[in-house]
């Protein structure tokens, strides 16, 4: 297991290589800061940009090589640099902002808002998505199975951006009627706060709820269909017929019987759902007026800032990968027919 | 296998009969299942009684209500199963019962055997898991020392090869038959009063058809335990059972010992069966007779006999009277047609036509080699 793991992750390395060398290549192609700048500098102060100071930008910006040639310094640092590149090295590059907005900075403090935000929905969605799938499953066809089926397919049409203005206009409103503000719809914490890591937790707590809840309805719905399926397929076996006819009760064959066995296709999608609520982090940080990674790519996209949008790429691509990672291990330690040599 | 002669020793060497006490007695048992064209009858009164060490052999087509019954009762069935009659398991009623109550006999008093032994263990547990399972559910205070001692015990006792290691084996890890052996020790785990074989041998190859069946004779012996084995492969009927109920549409059509059964089947379905068989004893040249026909739905099942529209005998009166299980001789053995004297002696090809005889399969092929022959001549020029 130990080897398999190592394995696999020395593997993310060439995936990793080649997300990042498409994205490099999409980002690069799509924008030139470069130009944006010189045409902004102009409409302020209404005089031609003098070639000096392009010189400059593009020599700051790397813009002065190739496209092949600045995501080879981009990853290495290596050869003609000012020392603020290579992501070997842990330098993340310059970001077109100034040097104010270091990308280093900005990337390791916000990652934990984000973190905690897709974290915590995509859990709360696998673990709502098992139970909701499960009742249906065993209630199939009743009122409850129908009413899941109906909330699942509804959580699943609406889109993100929708559902977050929904739930915060909802929770303003309950905040307003109870005269309190039990729901925080602004913002991750409270501004500068700082505490050991259990006080952070309960000052984020009221920040966290709607913001999870969204993201969370967001993943939930394909899971629990998901769920849902498979445990019917199980229930109808005859391993769950032979448990019944060995005078198993009916509680312990469902838990025992059918929903170990029905986990490990879910087990093995389930994790994936990170990589949807790192997408869907995006859309709900702007919405709730988060400080995190999601608004801060989006924010770099828009700019053009190249090695910001890179640092982001590789972040979730990683988040992704260990999801990825995640969902392999749980197959082999939920089915004992996959074993790893 | 299917070498159905039935020796008279083999009959003398198993108790025939009343051995000991009833244990399981079914009554009237009816089972319909309400589809959306409106309610299916898969069983319409089946009654037996099974005594201690006896073995009651079931036969019949798919869809003849042979598995719907036992599972009935077993309390197996979906809860939209509408079940009627009585099913009594040493006088106490089995239908109706609640899920604490039949959890309590299922497996320990009554256990049964599914026909596939590839789907019939969960792949997640190892088979010691899953056999223990079996004797902690009704013995809880039984240490684990002791279940996997009882365990191994058992896995050794169905002719299962290195007991101690094959205990912590995956299901994947054994071959079809060892799984069907693995099924059968947690039916006899138990030293259950009846054993239910569903078809037990119906996915695997002949050879491990014989040592499956012998193991279940093993078993049976063992706890002395009554058998019902289910089956349309009337070879096993005939070597592994005293009694045999012989089912169609949903209905017993005949009921008698093996050697009745065999030798002097009364309800012409029966003999469409014992027709449509090789036989070992006889000559070649003899053409199998088909029952042309396919059972009727179980919709709508029209009134009469529902065998009448594929039997050769039939007449008016078939059409207007279903007919009931009629004593023929006083024996015990009953059977459901209103012609059954005049089947008395008949073989099979007397009152089922062959499909074709071997001239005129003779004559086809040889019309078809002609045709081919044109052909190529013609491509040739």
């Known amino acids: ?341 | 296998m299917s070498n159905i002669s039935v020796s008279t020793s083999n009959g003398d060497s198993r108790a025939v009969g009343a051995k000991g006490d009833t244990v399981l007695s079914v009554k009237d048992l009816a089972v319909s299942f309400p589809t959306d064209d409106g309610l299916v009858h898969a069983v319409r009164g089946v009654s037996y009684e099974l005594r201690r060490g006896q073995s009651l052999g079931i036969v019949g087509e798919s869809g003849s209500g042979k598995s719907v019954t036992s599972m009935a009762i077993m309390g197996l069935l979906p809860k939209t199963a509408q079940i009627t009659g009585s099913a009594k398991l040493e006088g106490d009623e089995l239908l109706g019962l609640g899920d604490a109550e039949l959890s309590r006999i299922r497996g320990k008093k009554i256990s049964m055997i599914f026909q596939d032994p590839l789907t019939s263990l969960n792949p997640v547990y190892t088979v010691g898991f899953q056999l223990g399972e079996a004797i902690r559910t009704h013995y809880g205070d039984l240490s684990k020392q002791e279940v996997r001692t009882r365990c191994i015990d058992l896995l050794d006792s169905v002719g299962i090869p290195n007991p101690q290691q094959r205990v912590d084996a995956y299901p994947h890890e054994l071959s079809g038959g060892m799984r069907q052996r693995v099924v059968i020790a947690i039916a006899m785990a138990n030293n259950p009063d009846v054993i239910i074989a569903d078809e037990p041998t119906t996915a695997l190859d002949v050879t491990v058809q014989a040592q499956v069946l012998e193991a279940l004779e093993k078993a049976r012996e063992e706890v002395n335990a009554a058998l019902i084995l289910i089956t349309h492969d009337l070879g096993v009927i005939a070597g592994h059972t005293d009694e045999v109920l012989v089912m169609y549409a949903g209905r017993p059509v005949e009921h008698g010992s093996v050697d009745e059964i065999f030798y002097e089947p009364r309800m012409p379905y029966t003999l469409g069966l014992i027709g449509s068989l090789p036989r070992m004893d006889e000559s070649r040249d003899q053409r199998l007779t088909p029952i042309h026909g396919t059972p009727p739905s179980m919709l709508n099942l029209p009134v009469g006999c529902p065998f009448r529209p594929r039997c050769p005998m039939h007449q008016d009166i078939c059409a207007e009277v279903e007919p009931g299980l009629l004593p023929i001789n006083g024996s015990g053995h009953v059977a459901a047609c209103h012609f059954s004297d005049q089947l008395e002696g008949k073989a099979p090809d007397e009152v089922f036509a062959p499909v074709a005889t071997d001239l005129s399969v003779e004559a086809e092929v040889e019309a078809v080699e002609a045709e081919a022959a044109a052909l190529h001549e013609e491509e040739d020029k």
Request: glycine residues 10%.
């Open chain 1, 1 to 341: 297991m130990v080897v398999f793991i190592i394995r696999r992750t020395l593997m993310m390395i060439p995936v990793l290589l080649g997300a990042t060398i498409l994205c490099f290549a999409l980002v690069d192609l799509s924008n030139d800061p470069v130009q944006d700048r010189v045409f902004e500098i102009e409409q302020s102060t209404g005089e031609p940009v003098p070639q000096s100071t392009i010189d400059a930008l593009e020599s700051s910006w790397y813009y002065d090589r190739s496209v092949p040639e600045r995501y080879w310094i981009w990853l290495t640092g290596l050869g003609d640099t000012n020392g603020d590149i290579g992501l070997l090295q842990g330098k993340w590059g310059p970001s077109i902002e100034g040097s104010a907005m270091d990308i280093s900075y900005e990337v390791s403090t916000r990652f934990w808002i984000t973190l905690r935000l897709v974290l915590f929905a995509t859990l709360a969605s696998i673990g709502i998505a098992i139970l909701a799938g499960v009742v249906s499953a065993v209630k199939q066809y009743s009122r409850t199975d129908y009413t899941l089926t109906f909330v699942g397919f509804l959580f699943l049409a609406m889109p993100v951006f929708w559902l977050g203005s929904l739930f915060k206009e909802g929770a303003v409103q309950i905040n307003k009627v109870l005269g309190s503000t039990v729901f925080q719809t602004y913002g991750s914490g409270t501004t500068g706060f700082r505490g050991n890591g259990w006080e952070v937790f309960v000052d984020s707590l009221p920040f966290l709820i709607v913001p999870t809840l969204v993201l969370m309805l967001g993943g939930y719905a394909a899971i629990s269909r998901y769920q849902r399926a498979s445990m019917l397929e199980v229930m109808n076996s005859d391993y769950v017929r032979l448990a019944r006819a060995k005078g198993v009760r009916n509680g312990t064959v469902m838990r025992r019987h059918a929903l170990r066995t029905a986990l490990i296709p879910v087990a093995t999608f389930a994790p994936l759902a990170l990589s949807g609520a790192m997408g869907g982090a995006m859309v709900t940080e702007r919405i709730f007026g988060w400080r995190g990674l999601g608004v801060y790519s989006l924010d770099a996209i828009n700019a053009g800032d190249t090695f910001a949008v890179m640092a982001y790429v590789l972040i979730s691509g990683v988040v992704v990968l260990v999801g990825v990672l995640i969902s392999d291990i749980l197959y082999g330690v939920l089915d004992p027919r996959i074993r790893y040599e």
